[in-house]
């Protein structure tokens, strides 16, 4: 009996999950099949093969550290694996806030995290368009403390299920509203504000998991009763996986070559 692999099984259940939840919830309307819908199938594909091997490559670096400091792992690794995976959870995503915050205010780290913002339709799909290097940087600036501090392998295999789902979640195409909820976890209503083509907005709501991180340090933006409009960024960006993958690298060299050519002046 042929086996489906692992990469089309999540696809397919994705696609199953979603379609009908953005079709019977719809926030805004659009076709199934939207603009840069197969570029994103791009990112999807390599996106798992990138994220397999960073996290091998993570659990391998892990391994030789062996925890930057031993007495604290071990204590970490003795706790129940239900407070482990709500610390991993907290501790994992106020990495990501800082690390998100760095990929919009570095200006040679934005031009990466700019593919991101590229999208003009928020969806369940527009999740993957992450550029390799961000894909990379994210996933360690997450990963290696969680590592360090030592938590057991259980925990860390269910707070990655947990990053993805809400990962796909967050960035779905669906009108829900969660009174209590919103201010525990990452929602749609929450994130989809971080995709405003505004700057100001887009600027906000840095946190994947945990709008409480936002709030804390002064970046969270939920106004009531209102919804974002218009998603995407301004910068010109071809709607193609290849233009994507040279982008910033184009980018950072012409900034690079003005920047001489100021300096020369």
């Known amino acids: 009996m042929l086996e489906i692999p692992d990469v089309i099984k999540g696809i397919l259940i994705l696609i199953c999950v979603f379609i009908p939840l953005e079709k019977l919830l719809v926030l805004h309307k ?85 593919i991101h913002h590229s999208s003009t339709h928020i969806d369940w799909l527009a999740t993957v368009r992450v550029h390799p290097f961000e894909q990379i940087f994210t996933k360690a600036c997450q990963m290696i403390p969680l590592y360090w501090l030592g938590f057991s392998a259980e925990a860390l295999a269910i707070y990655a299920i947990f990053s993805s789902v809400i990962a796909f979640f967050v960035h779905a195409n669906i009108r829900i509203q969660f009174p209590v909820l919103k201010w525990l976890i990452a929602t749609p209503e929450f994130h989809h504000w971080h995709h405003d083509r505004d700057p100001k907005i887009s600027n906000t709501n840095f946190a994947v998991q945990l709008p409480i991180i936002d709030y804390i340090f002064g970046t969270w933006y939920m106004p009531q009763g209102e919804i974002p409009t218009k998603y995407g960024s301004k910068l010109n960006i071809q709607n193609n996986y290849f233009n994507h993958l040279i982008y910033p690298f184009k980018s950072i060299r012409n900034r690079f070559k003005v920047k001489i050519h100021t300096t020369r002046e």
Request: glycine share 8%; charged share 5%.
């Open 30 to 114: 659009q076709n199934l099949l939207r603009e840069g819908w197969l570029t994103d199938l791009c990112y999807y594909f390599s996106g798992y093969f990138i994220g397999k091997g960073t996290t091998q490559i993570l659990i391998v670096f892990a391994l030789l550290s062996q925890g930057s400091i031993p007495i604290l792992s071990s204590f970490v690794s003795q706790q129940p694996l239900s407070l482990q995976v709500v610390v991993s959870i907290l501790i994992g995503d106020l990495s990501f806030y800082f690390a998100h915050r760095l990929l919009h205010t570095v200006p040679w780290l934005w031009q990466f995290h700019a």
